[in-house]
């Protein structure tokens, strides 16, 4: 009742005072159907495709490749043992 008050029974609306909200502008799920189906059919859309290589090519990320440094040998000390001997 809170989120569809035009579903009111006319006893709710004289006791909660329901005669003073308007009916709903459209069918909130029919305009959501209709918008899922525009918005998927231009995904579809080569152009679309197109448009996403554009913006990933100028928009994308910008690190390069990892640069790994040259490792440097460790000195090991004669005293330390070895794990694998």
Known sequence: M???PW???PAQKERYGG????SPVCAHE??????RKAVGDFRKQQVSKTE???????????KGPVQKRPR?????????LSLFD
């Open 30 to 35: 029919q305009a959501a159907r209709v918008a």
């Open 19 to 22: 005669n003073t909200y308007i």
């Open 52 to 62: 996403t290589d554009r913006v990933l090519l100028r928009h994308g990320s910008r």
């Open 7 to 9: 579903l009111m029974t």
């Open 2 to 4: 809170i989120h569809t």
């Open 72 to 80: 440097v040998p460790s000195k090991q000390q004669s005293d330390q």
